[in-house]
């Protein structure tokens, strides 16, 4: 098992779980975790206990992606977290998070969230900033091309 630790922009612990390593990347790790806690209704979908999240973390890239299934096998979706590269080790994954978001439906729609957040923020250094919107336009580029993960869009 591996921990995964989400921090904020100023280093501060937000979420720790447990995850389960699938596999090493080159430049990552792809994860296999289950949400535990009580339904969270986000707007445009529903993460339930017992849903399905493949999460994959880079070093050399500015987000992380969660590919989202029911508990039955069903695709929700992708959640992506525009984030500062991955710190990972054998224990644990560490990431700081940078408030910007994108929703991928399973069609392959993306939503772009949290952005009046990100504008808002006084606490981002000038090079997360820069990283984040590097970030943005890298995965939204994935998502065009519909490259790993995002290839079973319907």
């Not at 017992?50 to 299934?69: C, K, P, Q």
């Not at 408030?99 to 991928?104: F, P, S, T």
């Not at 065009?144 to 869009?153: G, I, K, Q, S, T």
Request: charged share 25%; glycine share 6%; aromatic share 12%.
């Amino acid at each position: 098992m591996i921990t995964v630790i989400k921090l904020s922009p100023t280093g501060e612990e937000m979420t720790r779980y447990s995850a389960e390593m699938l596999t090493r990347l080159e430049h990552g790790i792809v994860l296999d975790a289950y949400w535990t806690r009580p339904p969270k209704d986000l707007g445009y979908t529903i993460f339930e206990t017992g849903d399905h999240f493949v999460e994959y973390y880079y070093t050399d890239r500015w987000f992380n992606i969660f590919a989202i299934s029911t508990a039955d096998g069903r695709r929700k979706g992708w959640y992506c977290n525009v984030a500062v590269p991955a710190s990972i080790s054998e224990e644990r994954v560490e990431q700081i998070d940078l408030l910007l978001d994108v929703w991928v439906s399973p069609t392959g729609r993306p939503l772009l969230l949290d952005e009046d957040e990100f504008a808002a923020a006084t606490t981002l250094t000038m090079a997360q900033r820069e990283g984040a919107q590097r970030g943005l336009r890298d995965l939204l580029a994935l998502i065009e091309a519909r490259r790993e993960p995002f290839l079973d869009m319907s």
